[in-house]
């Protein structure tokens, strides 16, 4: 027990100040460190049940022409007329669904809707009318705690059944860039590719958590999204078929910030690190190093790093187009700022192919290519090159942005398609055409012969 209470205590230091000292959550066994036999097989019998394994079926792009891939995945049901969760990344782009449960039975399913920003997705079963599914049941990751026993089920490597075992051991763990709503839940239990999707249950046989992310850091680190966020999200993609996040344009900082070594000497709010041209917050009057105290009244504190989510996600579903009363401190003032928040929209371009020219073409997205939307807010740009292939030949390269085609200016992946038509028509006649581009900020023109066939070869 002395070893332990020391391997706990060690866990807790190791996953830094936000996390909570480790407990007992009322639902588990008296020893928090070990899951028994019994309470093991307890815990299976109630989700492993309504545990899929998803075959899926992606359009893919980014080569340059348009092909299919088939991927694999997880997923658990949770209605007993199929509704199932799973990851965005497992079923983005799906032509088809097809999902096994572990009595054998295979249905077809459809995406109802999922959500980039935190990786997850609500689908459907294709039940047979008067048929029904076993369910899982979400717990509370509130609950959760450092040295928490879990199991996590799913399909690994497409192996289609199959659970690993092992403990909480981070309960709020801050990943940079893997999203700004999530504060993941940290197990060492096993997780591999296609486990993705799956439950992370605790001994009660609650799911806490929906597996999305495994041994990132080359170790044996896994990270789930807190079953207390993932049943708003899932709610809403049910409702709605997407999350309508709004976006007021704030850049958070924490009060102590210990990866850039700045400390602010105060002890609620949060900082505001910077906010986007344009956006709601710069228009409403927010300035750079304001500290925001309270959003409609609400008290919001960034202490450190790992609070920043909840804030985010605060902001985030305020209603568009309504008002939202921002308390700042500036200084020595406090003021009461109204910003509108607006529609966050699309996180990712549309994307199409262009066979002839030997390419995909994708619309810019200020959150998917910051980089490219820095030097012209609006276009397309190319995503995929196809080897051997017509634009292989020229000096176009991927990531240019094309903002002319012949004599037609180029802002939407319509204008593309409109001028691609309009070339391939005449190909007979007209075989190279002149495509100006940005690349790096520089503007310059490229010839593109496309009067061979690759599809022909």
């Known amino acids: 027990m002395k070893n332990l209470l020391f391997t706990c205590a060690a866990l807790a230091l190791a996953c830094g100040g936000g996390c909570a000292l480790p407990r007992i959550s009322r639902n588990l066994p008296a020893d928090p460190g070990r899951m028994d036999m019994s309470t093991m097989m307890r815990a299976r019998d109630k989700v492993f049940p309504a545990l899929l394994y998803i075959r899926v079926v992606k359009s893919n792009l980014s080569s340059g022409e348009k092909s299919a891939r088939e991927t694999g995945g997880s997923g658990f049901i949770i209605s007993e007329d199929g509704y199932f969760a799973t990851n965005w ?53 509130a609950d959760i705690a450092v040295c928490d026993p879990v199991l996590v089920m799913g ?144 008290p919001v504190t960034g202490r450190a790093i790992e609070n920043l989510p909840e804030i985010r996600r605060i902001l985030g579903l305020l209603p568009k187009g309504e008002p939202a009363v921002l308390t ?47 030097h012209r807010e609006t276009g397309v740009f190319i995503f995929g090159i196809k080897y051997p292939g017509n634009a292989q030949q020229s000096d176009l390269g991927e990531g240019d942005i094309i903002t002319r085609v012949g004599g037609r200016d180029i802002e939407t992946l319509g204008d593309l398609r409109a001028a691609y038509d309009e070339a391939v028509a005449g190909v007979a006649q007209q075989h190279r055409i002149v495509f100006t581009v940005l690349r790096g900020g520089f503007q310059r023109q490229v010839v593109l012969d496309f009067a061979r066939d690759y599809s022909r070869r």
């Open 328 to 374: 700042v401190a500036r200084g020595a003032e406090t003021l009461e700022i109204s910003v509108t928040p607006r529609e966050k929209g699309s996180v990712e371009g549309d994307e199409t192919d262009f066979k002839r020219w030997g390419f995909t073409a994708k619309a810019i997205n200020k959150f998917d290519n910051p980089n490219l939307h820095f």
């Open 89 to 141: 990344h497992v079923v983005e782009k799906a032509q088809e669904l097809r999902c096994l449960l572990s009595d054998g039975r295979s249905f077809a399913a459809d995406v109802i809707g999922s959500d980039k920003d935190t990786d997850l997705a609500l689908c459907r079963l294709r039940l047979p009318e008067g048929e029904t599914v076993p369910r899982a049941v979400f717990g509370s990751s």
């Open 155 to 298: 399909a690994p490597w497409g192996l289609s059944r199959s659970i690993s075992s092992g403990i909480i051991s981070c309960s709020e763990r801050y990943l940079e860039g893997a999203s700004e709503y999530v504060l993941w839940l940290q197990t060492d239990a096993s997780i591999s590719p296609g486990n993705s999707g799956g439950p992370v249950v605790n001994a009660a046989g609650e799911v806490v958590a929906v597996t999305a992310r495994g041994a990132i850091y080359g170790g044996n680190l896994g990270f789930g999204i807190p079953a207390d966020e993932a049943q708003i999200i899932l709610g809403q993609l049910r409702e709605n078929g997407r999350m309508h996040w709004s976006w007021t344009g704030v850049t958070l900082q924490p009060l102590h910030d210990f990866e850039r070594n700045i400390t602010f000497p105060h002890t609620h709010g949060v900082m505001v690190a910077e906010t986007e041209p344009g956006s709601p917050a710069r228009l409403a009057g927010v300035l750079d190093h304001d500290r925001v105290t309270a959003v409609n009244g609400r």
